[in-house]
Nanobody, 122 residues
Framework: VQLQASGGGLVQAGGSLRLSCAASGRFDWLNRMGWYRQAPGKQRELVATISRVGAADYVDSVRGRFIISRDTAKKTVSLQMDSLKPEDTAVYYC?????????????????WGQGTQVTVSS
C-alpha cells in the first residue's frame, strides 16, 4: 500500500487546515486509518483514528477541534483541523492498516504516508 498525504501548511492560531491521505496499491480493504504527528524533539503521537465502520477516536488535546473522516470508495482519510494552536505544530503522518486475501485468509499490513508539515503561528 502506498499513501500520499497532502494539505499541510502555515496558518495562524485559530485557523483551519484540512489534511488528506490517499491509499493506492493492491489490497482488498482498508481497516483502521489514522493520523499521527511528531513535533520537534518529541515522540510521534496518535492524533485520531477511524475504524472500518466509521468509529472515530481522538487524543484529548484535539478532541472537539479535529474531525477525522474516511471515504471508502475513494480510499482516502482526511483530518479537518479547526481552532488550531501553536502546540499543534508538527509533521503529520497518515497511517493505514490494509488487508489482502491470500490463500483464503486476510493478511494485514500497515503503511505510513510521507508526512506533511503543519505550522501554526501565534
Amino acid at each position: 500500500v502506498q499513501l500520499q498525504a497532502s494539505g499541510g501548511g502555515l496558518v495562524q492560531a485559530g485557523g483551519s487546515l484540512r489534511l488528506s491521505c490517499a491509499a493506492s496499491g493492491r489490497f482488498d480493504w482498508l481497516n483502521r486509518m489514522g493520523w499521527y504527528r511528531q513535533a520537534p524533539g518529541k515522540q510521534r503521537e496518535l492524533v485520531a483514528t477511524i475504524s472500518r465502520v466509521g468509529a472515530a477516536d481522538y487524543v484529548d488535546s484535539v478532541r472537539g477541534r479535529f474531525i477525522i473522516s474516511r471515504d471508502t470508495a475513494k480510499k482516502t482519510v482526511s483530518l479537518q483541523m479547526d481552532s488550531l494552536k501553536p502546540e499543534d505544530t508538527a509533521v503529520y503522518y497518515c497511517n493505514v492498516e490494509s488487508a489482502t486475501i491470500k490463500a483464503s485468509r486476510p493478511v494485514f499490513a500497515t503503511a505510513w504516508g510521507q508526512g506533511t508539515q503543519v505550522t501554526v503561528s501565534s
